[in-house]
């Protein structure tokens, strides 16, 4: 059974950055796709960005040219850079993994079967 585990979040103004962890367990499978969700209460969850198994990323519109990815393979973790924050990046977040050919931003998370158990991160003045 895979687990994943984020660390990372709090509270920061506008322009301010975070940096998100997600450590997840050794894993064989052979397309791992690791991604970041993240979700409002009274909304749906919204993929944020996404990493495949040959370091391919993609990213949700609304945090291109803020967001990055970095992966550490000999820590097993994910890293995704928070830069130039703003209050609608407001959310609970979360990371997922699972075994996908296809590792993009529009797969639901209704599609991942592993999740972390969510860190907060709250922008505000």
């Known amino acids: 059974q895979l687990q994943l585990v984020e660390s990372g979040g709090g509270s920061v103004h506008p322009g301010g950055s975070l940096r998100l962890s997600c450590k997840h367990s050794p894993t064989t499978y052979s397309s791992f796709c690791m991604a970041w969700f993240r979700q409002v209460p009274g909304k749906e969850r919204e993929a944020v960005a996404t990493f495949d198994k040959d370091g391919y990323k993609m990213f949700a519109d609304s945090v291109k040219g803020r967001f990055t990815l970095s992966k550490d393979n000999t820590r097993n973790t994910l890293y995704l850079q928070m830069n130039n924050l703003k209050p609608e990046d407001t959310a609970t977040y979360y990371c997922?993994?699972?075994?996908?050919?296809?590792?993009?931003?529009?797969?639901?998370?209704?599609?991942?079967?592993?999740w972390g158990q969510g860190t907060q991160v709250s922008v505000s003045s």
């Open positions: 997922a993994a699972d075994n996908f050919v296809v590792c993009r931003v529009s797969r639901l998370p209704q599609e991942y079967n592993y």
